[in-house]
């Protein structure tokens, strides 16, 4: 019996991490309310969207829109008094044309 739980969990942890969403994130930061985050593709601005910080003061943005290709990233964030930092260093990053699929055989 423990080995069929065993194998059930297994399965199902697997094939949802193996499917999961790509997302950039950062650590949680105390007393942080609000995030912008400029992306870049070849050297040009793409976007910029400011949006809400999770409820522990982190940062996670979702990547699905993104063709495959090469991106830069900066990110900067507000505390509740509205006070920004300064942008973050550029963080590149590169997107595959194509994600492999994970077969489990048992």
Do not use: N
Request: charged residues 20%; aromatic residues 16%.
């Amino acid at each position: 019996m423990k080995t069929i739980l065993f194998t059930v969990f297994f399965v199902l942890f697997f094939a949802l991490t193996a499917f999961a969403q790509p997302y950039l994130a950062c650590d949680p930061q105390t007393g942080i309310t609000q995030y912008t985050i400029e992306v870049k593709k070849g050297g040009a601005v793409i976007e910029t969207a400011t949006f809400a910080a999770l409820a522990d003061g982190s940062a996670k943005w979702d990547l699905t829109k993104y063709t495959s290709g090469a991106y830069t990233f900066r990110l900067r964030c507000a505390d509740a008094k509205g006070w920004w930092s300064d942008w973050s260093d550029p963080f590149d990053a590169t997107k595959p044309s194509k994600v492999g699929g994970v077969k489990i055989i048992p």
